[in-house]
């Protein structure tokens, strides 16, 4: 095995047709994770537009191509999964059975650590490394939207019920409702991404769109557009006007759930709720399997979802003071970050407290 690193730019046609086409047949190799957008080389081109130290490691048999890592790397050599804290999936995309030694993969791409906090499943060599796993739910799509339907209204009545009934509701109040499942206005994105910084900051989060980056990697793949891989905005409407979006990625056979958010205003008709049903009626209808809705506990994850994935966290180290140092920084905060989104009894106030501090802040900036 011969392993090589590259930009994403110095990538060949050959070597990104040879990624797109272990993704393809990710499903029938029993690995139907690695057919996460997240995991595919437009996912990482974009990312490489937008921020430095991008590079893919390429292992190669005599057959060829075996297996690519997107990830990137700083100045000193600490390795991070491509787009952490954006990316929802990572991991290696492999052929079947390839089998890899994971400071050996390090390496070989100059690092002296590689940090995950979205590990794909069925990743050995890298979850032996793992300080954590978390359930990451999905709406199974693979026997159509009506299977799905079915399943809510025989499991979760007092869910789909009462969502059905302020989908009607709105629509007498303020006008037909209309669903558009790949809009291609770019207006519609910049006030997504408007309505996401304000409950981002009503919340008390960190706001990601107040990093210039972010808003340009998601006007970029906005605009990317293959049979393979794409980003997609859907909004719903009432009367012409958007009350609620999201925009995510889409493979072939795997569609995300990145950033959804509504107009406040119709905050009574659970306007994200009704808008992620029309998603998974339109996802059905591209032939998609599933929609991935990122790790994290949340109530609305918890009506839609069918079933649970499981996805990892954690690091792989050398021996290096650089590593060392790295880790001495990051454990202790992840620690803490997964203790209080864990527990409930600490959870809680804290979301209050952000919350208290998010409106504080919001009329300070009045």
């Known amino acids: 095995m011969n392993i090589t690193v590259h930009r994403p730019g110095e990538l060949t046609a050959a070597d990104r047709a040879a990624w797109t086409a272990l993704q393809s047949k990710a499903h029938l190799n029993g690995s139907p ?5 997240f995991l595919s080389p437009g996912f990482a081109l974009a990312v490489g537009h937008e921020r430095r130290g991008v590079r893919i490691a390429v292992a190669r048999e005599a057959g060829g191509p075996a297996a690519f890592l997107p990830f990137q790397r700083s100045a000193t050599g600490v390795g991070r999964a491509i787009g952490l804290g954006i ?19 390090l390496r070989a791409c100059g690092l002296s650590l590689w940090e995950f906090d979205h590990l794909v499943a069925g990743q050995a060599p890298f979850e032996a490394h793992a300080t954590g796993t978390f359930a990451s739910p999905v709406i199974d799509l693979d026997q159509g939207y009506d299977a799905y ?19 009607r509701r709105l629509s007498r109040h303020h006008g037909p409702v209309r669903y ?12 997504l991404m408007g309505w996401k910084s304000a409950q981002y900051r009503r919340t008390g989060r960190s706001d990601r769109f107040a990093r210039p980056w972010i808003v340009r990697l998601l006007h970029r793949l906005f605009h990317t557009r293959t049979d393979s891989f794409a980003g997609v905005l859907s909004v719903l409407y009432a009367a012409d006007v958007p009350v609620a979006a999201h925009f995510g990625l889409r493979s072939e056979r795997i569609h995300t759930c990145w950033f959804p958010a509504y107009d406040p205003a119709y905050a009574k008709y659970s ?7 029309h998603m998974a009626e339109g996802a059905a209808a591209d032939g998609i399997a599933h929609i991935d809705l990122g790790r994290g506990q949340k109530a609305y994850k918890d009506s839609l979802k069918t079933r649970e994935l499981v996805v990892s966290e954690g690091w792989v180290a050398l021996r290096h003071p650089v590593a060392f140092g790295h880790r001495a920084r990051r454990a202790p905060v992840r620690a803490l970050r997964n203790t209080v989104q864990t527990r409930p009894e600490l959870f809680e106030p804290a979301d209050k407290l952000l919350k208290r501090l998010g409106r504080i802040r919001s009329r300070a900036g009045e």
């Open 180 to 191: 558009v499942h790949d809009e291609r206005d770019p207006a519609v994105l910049t006030t």
């Open 271 to 277: 306007p994200g709720l009704i808008m992620h049903l």
């Open 149 to 167: 339907l079915r399943r809510l209204r025989e499991h979760s009545p007092k869910f789909i019920k009462p969502t059905l009934a302020k989908e």
């Open 87 to 105: 990316s929802d999936c990572q991991g290696l995309v492999h052929r079947p059975g390839f089998d890899w030694d994971a400071r050996e993969l």
């Open 33 to 37: 994770g690695l057919a996460n957008p």
